[in-house]
Every structure is written in structure tokens, then in C-alpha cells.
């Protein structure tokens, strides 16, 4: 790699700093102050391990000793943007793409809601990046102005039963085992045409799940 091009990428690595600003080491793992996010920098074994490199062979590739990649695997170690950045490049990756992993490699525990919206009862758990609801409609429940929500994708499932599904140039009458996905910004309407259950995600736009 040429002087100029090295320069390029870690001024663009840099960019990426915000997301780690702030690390923290506590009970063996890297945790971002003012937040609950934790970044588990073992996933840097699993992707060795799926690309059959020794710790060894990663340094050699990467630039980073032998001793730097043991202890972040462990997460015994600060997280340096630079070596995150080398280490991404080997597996193919972003500096984005390899925090992103290490954040949601870790569980995440949400209560259940429960709420009604017209006829239709939902039981809905949050995460950072998507929301899960299942739904419960008698026949001829209908929702004609469900709340648009401009950051998200939508994925509408039919369990059981059969829902018709409008979108502003388009209708579908979905039926068990059917999905749709679609841009949550566009106005929708949701009715049972028969007692149905139903399972709807929202995905976060740019995100994991």
C-alpha cells in the first residue's frame, strides 16, 4: 500500500471515532460511558477462527502484535481506532462494520408491552435497532392510519388468517405464511379479513439486527 493511500484510509478511519469515544474497561469488557451498548471485542476470535487464522498469521497480515489482538479478544485491552481499523481490512471489513458486530454480539433483555391500537392487540418488545410486535385482529379490524415512522422498514407477516394491506398505489390481500416489506414512511392500512395473527418489524434504516 502506497504512502498516499495508507494516509487516505486512516484519515477516513478517523471519521469513525465518535462511535468508540469514551471506552471504558469494566468486568472484562468494553463499555461506552453514558450508555448500557457494550462492545465485545471477542468477535475478533470468531472471525479468525472463520477465516482459519492463527493469531500469528492475523499479526503478519495486519501489522498488530501478537499480544495487542490476545488481550482484545479478551477484552483485556483499549480499543485503538487504528489497530481496529487494520484488523477490519483483513477480514473485509469497515471499522463501522467491525464495531457494529462487536456492539451486537452481546444480549439485550426487553420487557414485553402490551397496548391495543382499534381492534387490533399487540404484545411489542424494543430493541436498540428494531421493534418486534405481534399482533392479535378479529375479523373486519381495521387500522387506516397506523403511525408513519420515517427512520424504519417494515416487515408485515401473516401468521394465521388474512389481512389486506394497502399501500398508496397498491393492495395486496396477504394470507398465512405471506410478508411484505416496504418503506414505513409510506402511509399504510392494515384490515383483517378474517381473524388473524400477525408479526411486524421495525428495522431501524442502516442498521443490524
Not at 485503538?80 to 484488523?87: I, N, Y
Amino acid at each position: 500500500m502506497s504512502a498516499a493511500i495508507r494516509s487516505s484510509a486512516l484519515k477516513n478511519a478517523a471519521r469513525y471515532r465518535s462511535p468508540m469515544a469514551g471506552l471504558k474497561m469494566s468486568g472484562g469488557r468494553a463499555v461506552k460511558r453514558g450508555s448500557t451498548m457494550i462492545c465485545d471485542f471477542a468477535i475478533l476470535r470468531d472471525l479468525r477462527k472463520q477465516y482459519d487464522l492463527s493469531i500469528a498469521q492475523l499479526a503478519e497480515q495486519s501489522g498488530v502484535s501478537c499480544s495487542v489482538i490476545s488481550k482484545l479478544e479478551r477484552n483485556q485491552s483499549q480499543a485503538e481506532m487504528e489497530t481496529l481499523f487494520r484488523l477490519a481490512r483483513v477480514f473485509g471489513l469497515t471499522l463501522s462494520d467491525l464495531i457494529s458486530l462487536a456492539e451486537n454480539r452481546t444480549s439485550h433483555l426487553a420487557q414485553t408491552e402490551n397496548y391495543r391500537s382499534g381492534d387490533f392487540t399487540f404484545d411489542r418488545i424494543n430493541y436498540g435497532n428494531m421493534r418486534v410486535m405481534h399482533a392479535m385482529a378479529p375479523a373486519g379490524a381495521k387500522l387506516s392510519k397506523p403511525s408513519l415512522h420515517r427512520d424504519d422498514y417494515e416487515l408485515f407477516w401473516v401468521l394465521a388468517g388474512k389481512v389486506k394491506f394497502v399501500l398508496p398505489k397498491e393492495s395486496y390481500e396477504l394470507s398465512s405464511g405471506e410478508s411484505i416489506q416496504f418503506d414505513a414512511l409510506l402511509p399504510h392500512t392494515y384490515e383483517a379479513l378474517c381473524d388473524s395473527e400477525i408479526i411486524i418489524v421495525h428495522l431501524k434504516k442502516g442498521k443490524r439486527f
